[in-house]
């Protein structure tokens, strides 16, 4: 098509439009895009509202992802879902929802969407729990360490019983020196030590050899928690299982309470009153 000769200054001549064309820009990052979208929206509005405006929008995509599923309710259902999240998506805010969508806050499609809620919760739990299983479950550096900690528990116990079969024999064996014991030395001569540093100022004698006590009768106190008479009577026939009697006990008269005992002197404390005679003191 040829354009020579046409004027188009002239008048009434046709005036056309110049277009500039764009030159091509490269284009932009959609991370890039999307933080610049939310810029201009907090710009052009408080942060408040912005908020709001995420929290619909998280809600919509909830609801419609949760009405799509056939699973759950039936097609009218999952339609009446739909149209209010359509609805829902127009507002923002808690009080506009309610206004235009009152049949969304009904009883029946409140109890809808939180029989679906827990439902999407409870196959969550189910595709989690074994893996909280799984984590439970200690590592191999773990496993050793407690069967490491299990064997020390096993020592110690193990030591512990041991040490009080070996007290046990060792009672039993010094009883048995004690009965055995002369309480003379290689000369002939008394092996028991006397002291005299008890309130009753009454001589004690302490055989070197065997180390047996040959006490006066004296009083002791009782142990808390005799009570009763009964109580009392046990404890007593507990001692006489250890070879221990003729103790006398003495009763608190308006309690009834065990209060102290009589033991009688050794049978040997003869011999210290003897040696303390010899000494003159």
């Not at 050899?209 to 009768?217: G, K, L, N």
Request: include cysteine; aromatic fraction near 6%; hydrophobic fraction near 35%.
């Amino acid at each position: 098509m040829k354009l020579e000769g046409l004027n188009l200054n002239a008048p009434g001549a046709a005036v056309f439009p110049v277009v500039e064309t764009a030159e091509p820009t490269e284009s932009k990052n959609p991370l890039e895009e999307a933080t610049e979208r939310v810029k201009a929206k907090m710009q052009s509005q408080s942060f408040a509202d912005t908020m709001a405006s995420v929290n619909a929008e998280i809600a919509v995509k909830t609801a419609k992802a949760l009405a799509s599923d056939e699973r759950r309710g039936t097609p009218e259902e999952r339609a009446a879902v739909l149209d209010a999240a359509e609805n829902v998506a127009a507002t923002i805010h808690k009080r506009d929802v309610a206004e235009a969508v009152p049949e969304a806050l009904t009883p029946q499609m409140i109890a809808y969407t939180n029989s679906t809620v827990k439902a999407a919760i409870s196959e969550v739990l189910a595709n989690f729990l074994p893996m909280l299983e799984k984590l439970k479950q200690p590592s191999p550096k773990e496993q050793r360490e407690l069967d490491e900690f299990d064997k020390l528990q096993e020592r110690f116990k193990r030591e512990k019983q041991q040490g009080f079969e070996q007290d046990a024999q060792n009672r039993i064996n010094l009883e048995l020196q004690q009965k055995n014991c002369s309480h003379m030395d290689q000369n002939n001569r008394s092996a028991l030590s006397l002291t005299h540093n008890y309130p009753d100022r009454l001589p004690r004698g302490i055989c070197v050899h065997c180390r047996v006590m040959i006490e006066p009768a004296h009083y002791i106190l009782a142990v808390p928690g005799l009570d009763t008479e009964a109580k009392t009577n046990f404890y007593l026939g507990e001692l006489a299982k250890q070879g221990i009697t003729g103790w006398k006990p003495f009763y608190n008269p308006k309690t009834g309470r065990c209060t102290h005992f009589l033991i009688p002197e050794h049978p040997l404390y003869g011999r210290v009153r003897e040696q303390e005679a010899k000494s003159g003191q």
